[in-house]
């Protein structure tokens, strides 16, 4: 009995960490523009306390969001933040951009 507990809590492991390994950077759930707060905005990455700030001002004074062209007015948000967080970001439920699909790796020579 204690060899199956053994062999389970060790497939167990070997599965998290094989888990944690293939999701590099994956947010686990996204984050709505229009309803987070302060805190749920930084656990995107590349979204500190600064920029959270920013959209939540933004926010305030300008009611939801309604598209990525509404992210682009605040404050510290260009092409390349927007491209990098865009995919980890909702406007109610729906995601306000698609992660970019990798291609095949290229041949080293």
Known sequence: MQSKIRLFRLLSTLLWAFFLWTSGGVAWA??????ASETQLRTVKGIGHTRAQAIL??????????SAADLRKVKGFGEKTIAKVGPHLSIQGQPLMRA???GP???HP
């Open 105 to 107: 790796m290229a041949a």
């Open 30 to 35: 996204l984050v709505d523009l229009n309803s």
């Open 57 to 66: 001002t933004w926010r305030a004074h300008n009611g939801a969001f309604h």
């Open 100 to 102: 970019p699909k990798q």
